[in-house]
């Protein structure tokens, strides 16, 4: 059979240690699930289940340097808004996939773990809240989510506590514990895998802890989650 088009590079993330690509499939985020964070958006992480939302698979990479020479990873600031904020989240990779699966199986379908930042244009969020609107083009645009390399599962040691932080410019905006999750991983896929078959490539974005915050150009971001992953990259 022959395309009509050219095929497109399928996405993916390199891989910890270098050499080799993890394809991304699709990919999934959860919201609020951090107590503190759903506060700070006016939720009551007590009474909500976990919600997903999408980003496009291709929306997912790791920075690099600019073509400029520039030493420095970049992420380019979205056009459309005028109120860019960072969000640091554990990611984890699915190397197997299924449907209903039991929490206490759950790990068994992750292939390893990255940091990455979802980026949100918050004004276009909370226009198409207060209007009752899909916000997808405020989670889902172009280089949305910068990640770090993925780290694949090692001696079955999955990270369920651990800081998770993120600072701007040499300032701390964002700091929290994964321990501090309302929904842990496995509870996570457990839950998703009853609305989709998940499948080998897709990844999962956990949530973000409380302090998340505008970007402007030019602003230095340092994320990371000890004992996982960290991630750099200057927006331009």
């Known amino acids: 059979m ?3 088009l050219p095929v497109p590079t399928p996405p993916s993330l390199p ?19 951090y107590g503190d964070h759903a506060r700070e ?13 999408l980003k496009p698979a291709d929306a ?9 020479g520039d030493a420095r990873p970049v992420v380019p600031y979205p056009p459309q808004t005028a109120d860019l904020h960072h969000e ?7 190397g197997k996939g299924g449907a209903a699966i039991d929490p206490a199986d759950a790990l068994d379908a992750v292939w390893g773990y990255g940091v990455g930042v979802d980026l949100t244009r918050r004004d276009l969020q909370s226009e198409a809240k207060n209007l009752r609107r ?22 079955g040691v999955h990270p369920d506590r651990g800081r998770i932080w993120l600072s701007v410019d040499g300032s701390p905006r964002q700091e929290g514990d994964l321990a501090d999750q309302i929904w842990a991983v496995p509870e996570i896929i457990a839950h998703l895998s009853r609305s ?23 602003s230095t971001v340092m994320a990371g989650i000890d004992g ?3 991630l750099s990259f200057t927006i331009e």
């Open 41 to 53: 958006m006016g939720a009551d992480p007590n009474r909500e289940p976990p919600f997903f939302f």
């Open 196 to 218: 989709v078959t998940l499948q080998p490539g897709d990844l999962i974005f956990t949530g973000t802890p409380a302090g998340v915050g505008a970007l402007t150009r030019g």
């Open 60 to 68: 997912v990479f790791a920075p690099r340097p600019a073509a400029s």
């Open 2 to 4: 022959t395309y009509v």
């Open 228 to 230: 996982v992953a960290e």
């Open 134 to 155: 899909p916000w997808d083009l405020a989670k889902g645009f172009d280089f949305s989510g910068p990640c770090s390399p993925l780290s694949p599962v090692g001696d």
């Open 88 to 94: 640091v989240e554990l990611v984890v990779a699915l």
């Open 15 to 33: 891989v910890s240690g270098g050499g080799t690509l993890f394809p991304v499939r699709r990919v999934f985020c959860v919201g609020r699930n």
